[in-house]
Every structure is written in C-alpha cells, then in structure tokens.
C-alpha cells in the first residue's frame, strides 16, 4: 500500500477513523472526507495518519449525499494526488430496503446500529484492508452479510418483513 493513493468518507471517526490509521502505517497517501460539523475531529485524524506515517493527508469537508460534493473530493484528490487507487466509501448512510433508493434519502446509518448485528471495529478495519492487500474488489465484514444479502435475493418478502420490523428508522 505505500505510495497507493486512498480515499475515505466517514473518516472523522469510527470505521473511517481506523481505516485512515491502518493505511498511513502502511505508507499510503490519505484524501479524508466529512461533514463540516466534525471539521476539528478530521483535522485530529489528518495530523495522527500522519504520525502514523502516511507521506501527505489531504482532509475536505463534503456531504456524501450531494453527488457535486462528491465529484467535487473526487477531482481534488486527483489533482492533488495526480490519480486515485482505492476508494474507501464508508460515509453512515446507506440503503436497507433498495438498491434503486435515492442517495438523497438515505438513512444514517448509525441510527440503526442497535437494529444489525455488528462486530468490533478493529478486527473489521484489519480484515478489510488485509483483504484489499490480496487483490479483493469487494470485502463484507462480517462475512455473515452476505447471507442476508443472498436472503434479500432469493426471499425479498423475507428480508423485506425483517427490515420493515424497523419501519420508524427506514424510509420506504
């Protein structure tokens, strides 16, 4: 990973946090993303990848959920960096009940962390980019994921009765 160039939303704490920490010990160059409200805590993260020995950090401030914005960290981090290679999407929004929701719509992810089962944050920064290493393009930690990935393939109702059990958290 040294000299590779990373980019990571959500990197204010967390999983993000972690996963800035873990490639700037293996040498990696960081473009850092998030909200302007965690602007001190991003310029902590910045300053720790780089103790940690990541050779420059860039850190912008952006809404994952204005498709400008990202474009707009995007194209900064190439014309800092001059390229991009990998692409650590880990901003606390996501889809539960459709892949064909509107970004714009989606929910915080952290409201539903009592809701799914997780698992401890370093053993899944550590297995996410240890599988990145390998050549992996896609990582789901924990792996039980994908078997609720395959349940809302083969039996959408299924899936879609658990989900909706959380209805005031999930927007249809």
Do not use: W
Not at 5 to 18: F, H, N, Q, R
Not at 144 to 151: D, K, M, R, S, Y
């Amino acid at each position: 990973m040294a000299g590779k160039v990373v980019l990571i939303t959500g990197a204010s704490s967390g999983l993000g946090e972690l996963m800035a920490y873990e490639y700037a010990k293996l040498g990696a160059y960081l473009a850092i993303i998030a909200t302007r409200k965690s602007e001190s805590r991003l310029k902590q993260v910045a300053e720790r990848a780089r103790e940690l020995g990541s050779p420059d950090v860039l850190f912008m401030f952006a809404d994952v959920s204005k498709i400008d914005e990202c474009r707009m960290f995007v194209d900064e981090t190439i014309q800092r960096f001059g390229r991009l290679d990998h692409l650590v999407c880990n901003a606390g929004i996501g889809p539960l009940n459709s892949i064909n929701n509107d970004v714009t719509k989606f929910v915080p992810v952290m409201d539903l962390r009592d809701a799914v089962p997780t698992m401890e944050a370093e053993p899944c920064v550590k297995a996410v980019v240890d599988g990145i290493r390998k050549g992996a393009t896609s990582i789901t930690e924990p792996r039980f994921f994908n078997t609720l990935i395959l349940i809302k393939l083969i039996f959408p109702r299924l899936h879609y009765m658990f989900f909706n059990s959380f209805s005031p958290l999930v927007e249809n």
